[in-house]
């Protein structure tokens, strides 16, 4: 959140964020010594750039995402990986804030990745109650209903793995204003479908 964007301006010397980027697991070694090179060859990078010139050159190249070039450029090295799992993005508001986004790396699926906190993840019983739960709602398939995939239990890290939607949830749209009478009908015969 906050203080990843005002983390974002701050500034770290060029070696460092290539260092950060291999200790990431983001790229192999082989692949950002290529793209280093690359970079090298771009007229005013060798005297002029620094990390967010190169963070931008590589979101620009659809290298990175510009959520991992905040972690970068704020001198962490992430994590982006959670098992199978390399997180791309962070969702900020909505309904959906706190979830991140993330790419099932076997299948290159996008997901959300819902990591649980508080007793959930202390207390095995709360956790078996919240794993119980996911896998009902896993077994559910309907185009109306968001998926759920699994739960994830990493030791340090527990997380529900869902169906990545976009767009606007219901909620949000009604404040927007009302909808003529035949899409509220076809949005209510959806809502009931998926019930």
Same mark, same amino acid.
């Given at each position: 959140?906050?203080?990843?964007?005002?983390?974002?301006?701050?500034?770290?010397?060029?070696?460092?964020?290539?260092?950060?980027?291999?200790?990431?697991?983001?790229?192999?070694?082989?692949?950002?010594?290529q793209l280093a090179g690359d970079f090298a060859q771009v007229k005013g990078a060798s005297d002029?750039?620094?990390?967010?010139?190169?963070?931008?050159? !590589?979101?620009?190249?659809?290298?990175?995402?510009?959520?991992?070039?905040?972690?970068?450029?704020?001198?962490?090295?992430?994590?982006?990986?959670?098992?199978?799992?390399?997180?791309?993005?962070?969702? +900020?508001?909505?309904?959906?804030?706190?979830?991140?986004?993330?790419?099932?790396?076997?299948?290159?699926?996008?997901? !959300?990745?819902?990591? !649980?906190?508080?007793?959930?993840?202390?207390?095995?019983?709360?956790?078996?109650?919240?794993?119980?739960?996911?896998?009902?709602?896993?077994?559910?398939?309907?185009?109306?209903?968001?998926?759920?995939? +699994?739960?994830?239990?990493?030791?340090?890290?527990?997380?529900?793995?869902? +169906?990545?939607?976009?767009?606007?949830? !219901?909620? +949000?749209?009604?404040?927007?204003?009302?909808?003529?009478?035949a899409e509220a009908c076809r949005l209510a015969r959806q809502a009931a479908i998926g019930l």
């Amino acid at each position: 959140g906050t203080e990843v964007r005002e983390l974002f301006w701050m500034s770290i010397p060029i070696p460092n964020f290539w260092s950060l980027l291999q200790q990431s697991r983001l790229l192999a070694p082989e692949q950002c010594q290529q793209l280093a090179g690359d970079f090298a060859q771009v007229k005013g990078a060798s005297d002029q750039s620094n990390a967010r010139t190169l963070a931008e050159w !590589l979101v620009a190249r659809n290298v990175l995402s510009r959520y991992q070039t905040m972690i970068l450029l704020a001198g962490r090295p992430g994590p982006f990986h959670y098992g199978d799992y390399k997180v791309y993005d962070r969702i +900020e508001k909505g309904r959906l804030a706190g979830c991140f986004r993330a790419v099932h790396g076997p299948t290159g699926h996008p997901v !959300l990745l819902q990591f !649980l906190t508080g007793q959930v993840i202390q207390d095995p019983s709360a956790w078996a109650d919240a794993v119980q739960n996911t896998l009902a709602a896993c077994a559910v398939q309907s185009p109306n209903v968001q998926r759920f995939f +699994e739960p994830v239990d990493l030791g340090s890290f527990k997380f529900v793995v869902a +169906e990545d939607l976009r767009g606007v949830a !219901l909620d +949000e749209r009604l404040a927007m204003g009302r909808f003529p009478p035949a899409e509220a009908c076809r949005l209510a015969r959806q809502a009931a479908i998926g019930l």
